[in-house]
């Protein structure tokens, strides 16, 4: 015996196409989504790191702001399209790996020195926000100058 839905919408919703176009405030959230996966997995060095650092609040809430602002900041890009953002390939990973983990480290440096000299929780918070945006801004710039260089500097191809 051969089962059958209960109307004819749920076999067309069973036949129909598997992958629909995200859009609109989904694509975004899928966006943010991959870009905390891409900041985590390659800052995860870093992230490591900190959990040693010496002043522990400032250093470990500038690190959050960072990953988040990353993240936030990776899906908007995504979202928008305002440039273009490199895709992941076996060239990109190392340079993911070691840029992703320098900018969470600077941010968090970063926040957490203004956090310690300034007294200031909302200064550590806007310079770790700074910087974590201006990484994002520059990263997809380093790989266009990578990609430009002769081809036997060129690795992983």
Do not use: C, N
């Amino acid at each position: 015996m051969r089962r059958r839905g209960t109307d004819g919408s749920t076999e067309r919703r069973k036949a129909g196409p598997r992958t629909t176009r995200k859009e609109g405030t989904e694509r975004w959230i899928e966006g943010v989504f991959f870009g905390l996966a891409e900041v985590v997995v390659f800052g995860l060095p870093t992230l490591l790191a900190l959990l040693d650092a010496p002043f522990d609040a400032e250093s470990k809430f500038a690190a959050l702001v960072a990953v988040t602002t990353l993240s936030l900041t990776i899906g908007t890009i995504r979202w928008s399209a305002s440039f273009d953002w490199p895709s992941l390939s076996y060239g990109t990973a190392l340079v993911r790996l070691v840029y992703h983990s320098l900018a969470i480290a600077l941010a968090a440096v970063g926040g957490a020195a203004v956090g310690v000299v300034a007294d200031s929780t909302v200064g550590s918070l806007v310079v770790a926000a700074l910087l974590s945006i201006g990484a994002v801004r520059l990263f997809s710039r380093l790989v266009a100058v990578l990609e430009r260089l002769p081809p036997w500097w060129q690795w992983g191809q």
